[in-house]
């Protein structure tokens, strides 16, 4: 029975985003599993719809025995801080060396994000793979799974034996992808050898508002990539990019294990081929004052509720989930007072305003300054704060288990939370950063989402899986905040001149 090691380090990094992950941000459990390591790793993993709980489960099927590490998470922001690295890192590769020494390793597997930068390591994934590389030496396979939006560097093609990637955004099929992850390492270890291998990288960035695999082109490309495994006998890969990390390998990559050089290089080129057209990737925004409208204009016949994205604070790509545009513009056209208590944004991170509705209690009015005004990547800060008189209509722990299609089974831990309403809007507050992907969170505050006429959530694609069944219409809004929808509007200093900005 193959000893395999497994461990997890996922952190997806807005270089531009106001904010570190600093060890705090990996052991909160805000939103991702708080670190965790040992037995205890694998006992909070299983059962997940994560890739590791994937692995988790496929490791039976493939008679693997588990030698679980560590597995460390934290919410998307700027770069990880060196410290925090190497807790992580040094974790790591201390359970690799110790497991190699008392009882042998057969393989490792990686539960990795594929986009995570450190202060110190621009390729970090690369840098973890390279020091675990040196422990167990070339022969040890090493495999990972990845998230569809890492930017893939040839060293981390290089130093691991054989990667796979997310096929869905929103990624509700991170456990399948584990599972294929299992099937890559099973091939390995039956042919004694490195799988052959291909890859190739598109020359621009795509932006996240036009990644989605529910619309075109993404979907079209990904029944693609599924039809070319099943005649190649390959496990392609796409990753499309996280198009806000300034390192010179931010790009979109095609790659893929075969069962011979020729049958992979063919199925590479021809997916590559597919997705190489610039023009289907261009993606259209509405300005926030905008969307508001527009919303107002379907939600009066609609019979579910129009959900707008606020996509540039979005806190799964970088923002901080308190930015004020979007409810500036809702209170501007009064869309509370056509719609009373039924139009709701979320989440908004504020613990102290969080606080103050606990301190007050339920049926309590505060003066309030609402969210923040934070740095954009324009130079100029996000709207002000709103001021205004606030009705405390719940409260909560922040404790919830998500129960939507995106990471199914996962506790998030917001700290004190509430629901505020002012002019007729609801917006439920939380002390925690956490991307409202899963309708529950808005229960979680007494906020009823299929009641609503509009809701705002600070989420770009994710939301889709959870919101997009039960809504009328979706919109995507661009209020001011941290995480640009179009990367060329970003102040990149390393991306190569190769590299176009926009497709």
Known sequence: MPRILIAGYQHETNTFAPSLADWDAFTRGDAFPAFVRGAQMQAV????????????????????????????????????TQDAFERIAGAIVEDARAARDHGGLDGIYLDLHGAAVAEHALDSEGELLARLRGVVGPELPIVASL?????????????????????????????????????????????????????????????????????????????????????????????????????????????????????????VQRLYERAAEPAQWRADCLDAGDAVARALALAGNAGAPVVVADTQDNPGAGGDSNTTGMLHALLAQQAGRRHPGRVALGLMFDPAAARAAHAAGVGAELELALGTAVPTFTGAPSDPPVHGRFKVLALADGRWTLAGPMMTGVSVQLGPSACLEIDGVRVAVVSGKKQLLDRGLL??????????????????????????????????????????????????????????RRP
Not at 458 to 486: I, W, Y
Request: aromatic share 6%; with cysteine; glycine share 6%.
């Open 45 to 80: 993993m299983t059962g997940l719809n994560m890739a590791v709980g994937g692995f988790i489960e496929a490791a039976r099927a493939h008679g693997f025995t588990l030698v679980p590490s560590a597995w460390a998470g934290a919410i998307p922001s700027s770069c990880v």
């Open 147 to 267: 998230d569809l939006h890492a930017n893939v560097s040839l060293r981390m093609l290089r130093e691991a034996d054989a990667m796979v990637a997310y096929r869905q955004y929103p990624h509700v099929d991170m456990a399948d992808t584990g599972v294929l992850a299992a099937e890559l390492l099973a091939r390995h270890l039956r042919a004694g050898r490195r799988l052959p291998g291909a890859h190739r990288r598109l020359p621009y960035l795509i932006p996240l508002n036009a990644q989605s695999t529910w619309m075109q082109p993404a979907q079209g490309v990904y029944d693609e990539l599924r039809a070319l495994d099943r005649e190649h006998g390959t496990l392609l890969s796409f990753c499309m990019g996280f198009p806000a990390s300034d390192f010179a390998e931010c790009a979109p990559m095609v790659w893929g294990h075969g069962p011979s050089p020729d049958a992979v290089a063919r199925a």
């Open 443 to 500: 229960r979680m505050v007494g906020i009823h989402p299929e009641a609503m006429k509009i809701i705002v959530v600070k989420s770009s694609n994710h939301f889709r899986a959870d919101f997009t069944p039960h809504a009328s219409h979706v919109l995507v809004a661009k209020a001011a905040g941290p995480m640009a929808a179009d990367p060329a509007d970003l102040p990149w200093t390393r991306l190569p001149a190769d590299i176009r």
